[in-house]
């Protein structure tokens, strides 16, 4: 567990910070948030709690070699402080970056920290740690000298972090804190994309069942899958808590694994008590699981979640885990794009009834996404968790053919 380094003038509340690597000399210049990401306060909120955030870039290297570490040190103080500050108009921290891919660009950082004065903020820090030898330098450093942090600014348009102007940071209420502008991320995005597949995939469910022969009432064919979906959303919550024991169940995220594997179990014993045929319906709402699946994926990617490692390979993409951005293996545009080749491939099997046996291209499609799932938690940046998220993975999803072939079987008899 990484530990809280504050000064005794500081006593502020931040996210926790590796240990200190061995000392190095080179100094920076932290960079501020962009102003107009950030609300200054007023009188009327200066009471309340108040975060800064503050997002910069340093430059990984061109030499080849293995990933490295850094760790920097910030120092911020008040705009309005005078002689000896008090302690909530300046603070120390350290914040330790794992995982630099020499010769993968720019690497932003971006830093919250909780509990200090609002208002504007001078905010510096330097390089006290670096992972590598003393005397391996890059050759941008021995060009310069040394390793400067400049403000990260990100650009849409150029798909890059970029500079910014060097101003003061403005404090934000700390409960907006997470949404304040990130490179490459934007908050709250995954909730809008999930909750448009999500509504894409009852569509695409009810247009199929509504062109058959009617045999199935697209009603309660819905309501069975509403009821399969505010359980996957539990599943989802709980599956993500299951993995990280150490975050709060209300702060935390959500598990696609716990989604995916809860609604077909959830669905075909509703279906069963409805007396709806399970394979048909499970069929028809194939395409549109994964369609969800293609569109929720890109939510990921532009929040920060579930990202891929850090590479140097020229086919990684820029993106962020909301912390560390780099260039990193889109492991989130992957598994979107196996969403929606699985997707239009059963919508063809379905609408054109290639499939005589009904809930084969179901069972099918989950086992085609469950392998693709495997592959792409190893590219994964959670290699620590990797192991136990793998594992259990392929056996729910096993378990959840089994259990929905079995049911299809009782109920044929």
Not at 208 to 233: E, Y
């Amino acid at each position: 567990m990484a530990r809280r380094r504050v000064t005794k003038r500081s006593k502020v509340r931040d996210r926790p910070s590796a240990r200190t690597l061995p000392m190095t000399a080179r100094s920076v210049v932290a960079a501020p948030v962009d102003r107009a990401s950030s609300n200054p306060a007023t009188a009327s909120d200066a009471d309340e709690p108040q975060a800064l955030v503050a997002s910069f870039w340093i430059d990984s290297g061109d030499e080849l070699g293995e990933p490295y570490s850094i760790s920097v040190r910030f120092h911020g103080r008040h705009a309005a402080a005078h002689g000896t500050p008090r302690h909530d108009e300046e603070f120390t921290r350290d914040e330790s970056v794992d995982g630099i891919v020499p010769g993968s660009g720019r690497v932003s950082i971006t830093t919250w920290v909780y509990g200090i004065k609002a208002g504007e903020w001078t905010v510096t820090g330097e390089v006290i740690g670096d992972s590598r030898d003393r005397d391996r330098v890059s050759r941008s450093a021995r060009m310069t000298g040394t390793r400067q942090l400049a403000r990260a600014v990100w650009s849409w348009r150029r798909w890059s972090v970029i500079d910014g102007a060097e101003t003061p940071i403005a404090t934000r209420w700390a409960l907006l804190a997470p949404v304040a502008r990130q490179p490459a991320v934007v908050p709250g995005l995954y909730f809008v994309l999930a909750i448009f597949g999500i509504a894409s995939a009852l569509l695409i469910q009810a247009a199929i069942l509504g062109s058959g022969s009617g045999s199935v009432s697209v009603g309660r064919a819905l309501t069975a899958s509403a009821i399969a979906i505010t359980a996957g959303l539990i599943g989802a919550k709980l599956w993500y808590a299951v993995l990280h024991p150490d975050e709060s169940i209300i702060r935390g995220g959500w598990a696609v694994d716990g989604f995916l594997i809860v609604v077909p179990v959830v669905a075909a014993v509703t279906l069963f008590q409805f007396d709806l045929p399970i394979g048909v319906v499970l069929d028809a709402s194939t395409p549109g699981i994964f369609a969800a699946v293609a569109i929720g994926r890109v939510g990921c990617f532009l929040t920060g979640c579930c990202a891929g490692r850090c590479t140097a390979s020229r086919w990684g993409i820029w993106s962020s885990d909301r912390r560390l951005g780099a260039r990193r293996v889109p492991t989130q545009l992957l598994e979107s794009g196996a969403g929606l080749v699985i997707g239009l491939v059963t919508l063809g099997l379905v609408v054109g009834s290639v499939v005589p046996i009904p809930g084969v291209t179901f069972a099918a499609a989950f086992a085609a996404y469950a392998i693709v799932r495997q592959i792409l938690l190893r590219l994964r940046v959670e290699r620590r968790k990797l192991a136990r998220t793998v594992s259990l993975t392929g056996v729910a999803a096993a378990v959840v053919v089994v259990v929905v072939l079995v049911l299809i079987a009782v109920q044929g008899a």
